[in-house]
């Protein structure tokens, strides 16, 4: 259970989970992607968490973090792939997440991420 | 079928063994023959559960049981720690009451995912909660 791989797409911070972390590796995560954020200057950041079939309440609170931190550094997160039965747990078990973007799919999470309008041209969708 | 039913026992003293509980409860629940979505919620409450039984507890174990009995399989899962036990049981299963990391759901939203549970708790001496849920047909009568 190493580390979470962390790439920089032009200013995106992509982060695919590729497997069930321990708490502490999602601790880790944390704040090495703050640092991240910081460093790369970047404006959004986007989590994968496709391959888990279990988000638990710690992990859960970790994101919601995630996503408030990278949000005083004018970053934006979005949580990719959620799976549905995972979705509905989460529900269950109190942890609606307000606030949290998210996506279906990392080609429609980078466009919620999209660079402001202005630069090359107006790319609403 | 009178299977007498099949317990296993996971140790937790550490992280790994909440990722060890996870894979025990997974297993457990996919033998019972529960949905995706039941199989996740039991997961999910193991998880928590046993991330208790670790950070207030000092550790414990996780008693993981499936009876086949009756047509409905059901798994029955105990966490038992002999940590400081919990004075005000009702202030702990409130939501948002933490005494550690996490948001304070784990107790109350173990009892939500879950078709049964019971806590037992003695100051001084350590914990009991156990959970069960059995399979839903999804047809039927």
């Known amino acids: 259970m190493a580390g979470v791989p962390i790439v920089n797409l032009n200013g ?5 989970i590729q497997e069930e972390l321990l708490d ?3 601790a880790e995560f944390e704040s090495d ?3 991240k954020v910081v460093e790369a200057r970047a ?3 986007l989590i994968d968490v496709s391959v888990l079939d279990v988000i638990d309440s710690f992990l859960a609170r970790t994101l919601h973090d995630i996503a408030a931190i990278t949000s005083l550094m004018a970053a934006r997160t979005v949580v990719v792939g959620m799976r549905p039965a ?4 989460l529900v269950e078990l109190g942890l609606t997440l307000p606030g949290l973007l998210t996506a279906l799919s990392v080609e429609e999470g980078l466009s919620l991420l999209a660079p402001p309008a202005g630069h090359a041209r107006t790319a609403l969708r | 079928m009178t299977r007498t039913p099949s317990t296993s026992t996971v140790a937790i003293h550490d992280e790994y063994d909440i990722v060890h509980v996870r894979h025990a409860a997974r297993e457990a629940a996919t033998t019972a023959g529960f949905s995706l979505v039941q199989q996740t919620k039991l997961v999910t409450a193991a998880s928590e559960l046993a991330r208790n039984a670790l950070v207030h507890g000092g550790g414990g174990q996780a008693d993981i049981t499936i009876d086949n009995l009756r047509a409905n399989a059901t798994v029955r899962m105990t966490f038992t720690d002999k940590g400081p036990g919990i004075p005000d049981i009702e202030a702990a299963m409130a939501d948002g009451f933490t005494t550690g990391s996490g948001l304070g759901l784990g107790l109350g939203g173990a009892r939500r995912l879950a078709d049964q549970f019971r806590l037992e708790s003695t100051p001084g001496r350590g914990t009991v909660v156990e959970i069960s849920m ?3 047909r999804s047809a039927g009568p």
């Open chain 2, 134 to 136: 059995s399979v839903r």
């Open chain 1, 43 to 45: 404006r959004g950041v």
């Open chain 1, 24 to 26: 502490q590796s999602v």
């Open chain 1, 86 to 89: 995972v979705a509905i747990t």
């Open chain 1, 12 to 16: 995106v911070l992509l982060v695919t």
């Open chain 1, 33 to 35: 992607l703050t640092e």
